[in-house]
């Protein structure tokens, strides 16, 4: 389902005009559709229907705590990779044994208020990291539940910054290595019980192979480690499914579950995945006005209210995002299309969110939406050159809910020390 449609000239979110919340909650925004949520939680519980699963969305893709519980609410699990996002998880009523905890660099704090929270386990990515886990629970007087993040170097065929699973990245432990660790660690770490294998080798992938390759190496892995006695109970395939940016034939959720499942057949295990951006990230535009048009001889710019602040991936990876005009012009009065930079107000050359793109000719206070800003938008944005972060607003039916208030400037200065 798409919730972002255009009725007449209007481009609408669920029942809601753009141009009315845009006009009441001034801009830049980000809008999130309730109804595309739920269309994402129905897609992934229903292509895992009849196997044993446990869907963790991954936070960092979008953290408003209000999604978290919406997401929660239809069963969904976490997948955190901070102290931050265990306190956002918890606030949302996710439960312990619904969150995994990923991520290379975990503090023994972290890693002890996980514990406290009796997660479901931790994603070790090191030997180093698996020693830290192992004293940390030796003091609290526990056992850790521990997967390892296994790197199956395989190339994920996507964006080199968001690719994780070949083998010069800095995520997991080498394939090659990992039987060893974990028949090492189950003698040494007597705080450490391994409940399963995790990998999560890139984002943003639209071909399905990468992920067979990866699953085939992580199954040759389980079925040497229960020759050693070691029987696992969850594999976590992480996340990584792509999204429909700019027109790409994505597969369906349907298709990755079959093929995971079909890699499993035979074994008794519990799939763990991650989704981030499959559930959120056509769930939201963010809607961004045109503040000057300039023109020179070699281009037009139209520099609008938000930057690579509010929105960083174009600037970043130099990512594809859509824009539409939000009230699109009548047919019969686009004569000519003309090729636009949309830039934004900061200080940096890297400030656009997209590049030579055509329209018809753009006019000071048109409302662009920014498409596909669900995920890593948010979630990624900053006060660089003392910006207030924007307000996020979630659109369910007809109904419109301020899920975070825009910043003001008092919140800019928050913790800082004003002097006398
Ligand atoms: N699990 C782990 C361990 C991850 O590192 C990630 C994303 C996910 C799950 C969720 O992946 P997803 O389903 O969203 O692809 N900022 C970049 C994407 C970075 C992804 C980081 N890890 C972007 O804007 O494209």
Do not use: W
Not at 356 to 378: N, P
């Amino acid at each position: 389902m798409d919730p972002f449609l255009f009725r007449g000239n209007d481009l609408y979110c669920e029942d809601v005009a753009l141009a009315d919340i845009a006009a009441e909650y001034g801009t830049p925004c980000y809008v999130y559709s309730k109804a595309f949520l739920l269309s994402r939680c129905r897609a992934y519980s229903q292509a895992l229907a009849g196997y044993k699963h446990l869907v963790c969305y991954s936070v960092k893709a979008a953290s408003n705590v209000y999604l978290l519980k919406i997401l929660a609410e239809q069963g969904l699990g976490c997948d955190i990779v901070s102290g931050g996002e265990l306190f956002r998880a918890k606030l949302a009523g996710v439960a312990g044994r619904k969150i995994v905890y990923s991520g290379v660099g975990k503090s023994a704090a972290e890693i002890r208020s996980a514990l406290e929270y009796n997660i479901l386990f931790f994603n070790v990515e090191s030997e180093d990291e698996l020693l830290l886990v192992n004293q940390t629970a030796a003091e609290m007087g526990l056992v850790a539940p521990v997967a390892l993040r296994v790197n199956p170097d395989v190339d994920p065929l996507t964006h080199p910054y968001i690719s994780t699973g070949l083998k010069e990245n800095k995520f997991g432990i080498p394939i090659v290595e990992a039987e060893r660790i974990y028949l090492q660690a189950c003698n040494d770490f007597k705080n450490i019980n391994f409940v399963g294998v995790d990998c999560h080798i890139g984002s943003q992938l639209i071909n399905l192979s990468p992920f067979k390759d990866s699953a085939l190496r992580i199954r040759a892995l389980i079925e040497k480690l229960q020759l050693h006695g070691l029987k696992l109970d969850y594999v976590d395939f992480g996340g990584g499914l792509g999204i429909n940016y700019d027109g790409e034939d994505v597969p369906e959720v349907s298709q990755l579950v079959d093929l995971f499942t079909g890699v499993l057949a035979g074994l008794d295990l519990t799939l763990v995945l991650e989704p981030g951006r499959s559930i959120v990230g056509n769930s939201a535009v963010m809607l961004t006005k045109i503040q000057y048009l300039k023109n020179n001889s070699e281009k037009r710019f139209a520099i609008v209210d938000a930057g690579m602040n509010d929105m960083v991936r174009p600037s970043l990876y130099n990512a594809f995002q859509k824009i539409e005009k939000i009230v699109s012009p009548q047919q019969s009065v686009v004569e000519h299309v003309f090729q636009y930079d949309i830039v934004g107000p900061i200080c940096e050359s890297g400030d656009f969110l997209a590049k030579d793109r055509g329209f018809s000719e753009l006019y000071k206070d048109d409302v662009l939406a920014v498409m596909g800003a669900g995920a890593y938008g948010f979630s990624m944005s900053s006060n660089y050159n003392s910006r207030s972060r924007v307000p996020e607003l979630l659109v369910d039916g007809a109904s419109v809910t301020v899920i975070r208030a825009r910043e003001s400037y008092e919140d800019l200065v928050r913790g800082e020390n004003l002097g006398r």
